[in-house]
């Protein structure tokens, strides 16, 4: 429940530097957000106005504070868990869309200062740019991306220096792409590699995801397996344990389906992706014949996927199809 | 499903471009079925930069204004996306708010991946910089901050690129880090050996310099 809380004049809401997951909403009284400006070094005080919310960015992102929350004079706040902010806010979208604009201007003004800083050298001409990814994809032989590359670069610069040399690429891609169309879509998404310089670990993931994508799952499990074994940092680890469950199920394996699933939640309880995982479980489950069973995983997936529409539509199917 | 939203959902077969790097941008997209590659060409390669799945948002730096895509998407699966403009931004939020909640959370995350790239990019010396790119990724790892040696599966042209130098500038910085002991370099990952001892290297730094 959200919580009423009094502070006295001159103390002291949260220091910058802290981390908590608390959401404050000014009742009466005086606060003001103290921080220094990172490109001046200046001193920035901003009065919280009656109603407003604060400590909502770094709440929610489980960052540091950012600045001191200093009472001026006897203040009535209301404090906020973030599930109960979310609940709030949720119910009043007015107050979300105002905050998206408050932070779209942030973002939009701390931007563009790194943009400044970054070397003007290292910007390239949005002009040039698209002209070079066309001609990339186009000496790699996928006319269809070059095709519509160069279709907006004439869109948007109908008098660019490029042009004529640009008509006349567009044909032969064109061209080429008709001499090509015996080839499908899948055989060129297999075609495309990362990077060269993407590390190891990287790599090894976009080429399973581009098995997967080609319905070679056995060929898939096999490299999801290596990322997760390898992946000793972790940022592709939590995606190739979820996609190797995932590729089991795609191949009709609903037992491994079920082992490596179960397993993930006896691991990490608190699986962000918890009501996706119930669903495969469900699903293989019902796919191997145990409706019953099924039907008790696809329930819990239903009720973790309170907020995700996609995913509660996707389980209510699967019910359905165990009902039938 | 997403209450009578689909008038505003757009399907897209599988292979194809759903935008460009340089295209300006004035939509953005919610992943409802389907996998979306995001890639940039760099040079003569394709660097593959993520693989985002249902539920997830890209291109929401259209919300600034005028700025080209800084990566190109492409439909890994027949994909279907939810499109969001300046024309139907607020009803869709009204209507969402679920999504409009994401797209808060995705916003905060950005500013502040900004700001710490802002005190980066402001530190003079490049020795500083390029331990605080380390820094940086360290904090976004998650792992235990009493944990003193630390494993980064990044190259000296990814160091580069977000501290804002040159590759040989980087890789001369990178020379002196590792004949100093300070980090160990392999060919596809970099290993930190004391992450407290890069701490003390950039604050001291930044004290010196503000």
Request: overall charge neutral; glycine content about 6%; hydrophobic content about 40%.
């Amino acid at each position: 429940m959200p919580k009423p809380v009094v502070f006295k004049s001159s103390s002291v809401v949260y220091f910058q530097g802290d981390v908590d997951d608390r959401i404050y909403i000014l009742k009466s009284g005086r606060i003001v957000l103290r921080s220094r400006d990172i490109e001046t070094g200046q001193d920035i005080n901003d009065l919280i106005q009656t109603g407003e919310f604060f400590g909502v960015k770094s709440a929610l992102g489980h960052f540091p504070r950012e600045e001191d929350a200093v009472v001026l004079s006897d203040a009535q706040v209301v404090q906020f868990s973030v599930p109960e902010f979310e609940q709030v806010v949720t119910a009043n979208t007015r107050i979300i869309i105002k905050m998206l604009k408050v932070f779209s201007n942030q973002l939009r003004r701390i931007h563009s200062k790194v943009s400044s800083m970054l070397n003007q050298e290292d910007q390239v001409d949005p002009a040039e740019g698209l002209h070079h990814s066309a001609t990339f994809y186009f000496q790699n032989r996928q006319y269809e991306h070059a095709k519509y590359i160069w279709q907006r670069y004439l869109e948007l610069y109908p008098n660019g220096r490029h042009v004529n040399e640009v008509r006349q690429q567009l044909e032969r891609a064109g061209q080429s792409a008709q001499a090509q169309s015996s080839r499908s879509a899948a055989q060129e998404v297999s075609q495309r590699r990362p990077g060269e310089d993407l590390p190891e670990i990287g790599k090894l993931y976009f080429e399973a995801e581009s098995s997967f994508a080609n319905e070679k799952f056995d060929e898939a499990i096999d490299l999801f397996q290596k990322v997760i074994e390898h992946d000793g940092q972790g940022e592709y680890k939590g995606k190739a344990s979820f996609e190797f469950g995932r590729a089991h199920f795609e191949k009709g394996d609903y037992a491994a389906t079920i082992r490596h699933f179960s397993q993930l939640i006896k691991d990490a309880p608190r699986h962000p992706q918890m009501a996706e995982l119930l669903y495969y479980i469900g699903s293989a489950y019902g796919r191997s014949g145990s409706v019953d069973k099924g039907k008790a995983f696809l329930n819990k997936a239903r009720a973790s996927a309170s907020d995700e529409p996609v995913l509660r539509r996707k389980v209510d199917q699967a019910i359905a199809r165990l009902e039938n | 499903m997403m209450g009578g939203f689909d008038r505003f959902a757009k399907k897209i077969p599988k292979g194809r471009m759903i935008f460009c790097e340089y295209e300006p941008g004035n939509s953005f997209y919610l992943i409802q079925e389907g996998r979306v590659q995001i890639t940039k060409v760099m040079g003569n390669i394709e660097k593959a930069i993520d693989i985002l799945h249902p539920g997830e948002l890209f291109g929401e730096m259209a919300i600034l204004e005028e700025a080209p895509r800084s990566a190109s998407a492409i439909a890994l699966d027949d994909v279907t996306l939810l499109e969001f403009n300046r024309a139907n931004f607020e009803i869709l939020m009204k209507g969402n708010p679920q999504i409009a909640l994401t797209l808060l959370r995705t916003f905060v995350k950005r500013i502040y991946d900004q700001r710490r790239r802002f005190m980066i990019l402001k530190l003079n010396d490049v020795q500083a910089r390029v331990a605080d790119v380390f820094l940086m990724l360290f904090e976004g790892m998650n792992t235990d901050p009493d944990q003193t040696s630390c494993e980064f599966s990044v190259t000296s042209n990814d160091v580069a690129h977000w501290a804002g130098l040159g590759p040989d500038q980087v890789r001369t910085v990178i020379n002196q880090l590792a004949n100093q002991r300070r980090i160990e370099v392999y060919p596809n990952k970099i290993v930190v050996t004391n992450i407290h001892d890069l701490q003390r290297l950039v604050s001291s730094r930044r004290r010196e310099e503000e």
